[in-house]
């Protein structure tokens, strides 16, 4: 997938077909929340698996019921598709429970 950063309006549509992520310091990100320490940690992992499989890795800050992605693509400053597609993947992890 090309590394182009996408203008504000490519941003824009594309985070419609989102659900609560938002856009920051040409950073995508959301929060999730966990009932404890051991599910933040294990969801942590899970996402870990699918950025060493897309090759593309997200700041993460976690803890206690929660973990938080911010995801951009450093060598083309700025947010890209990868960035929706890694932020696409992580939802389906949410979704597959």
Known sequence: MERKRLSAEEIEANL?????WTIGN???????EFANFA??????NRVGEIAERLDHHPD???GW????FFI???DAGGITARDF????????VVGKG
């Open 39 to 44: 599910e933040s940690l294990g969801f942590v």
């Open 60 to 62: 993460v800050l976690f």
């Open 26 to 32: 040409d950073k995508l990100s959301k929060k999730f």
């Open 72 to 74: 951009t693509t450093h």
């Open 85 to 92: 597609e890694l932020a696409r993947e992580i939802d389906a």
């Open 65 to 68: 019921g929660y973990a938080e």
């Open 16 to 20: 419609s077909g989102l659900q609560n």
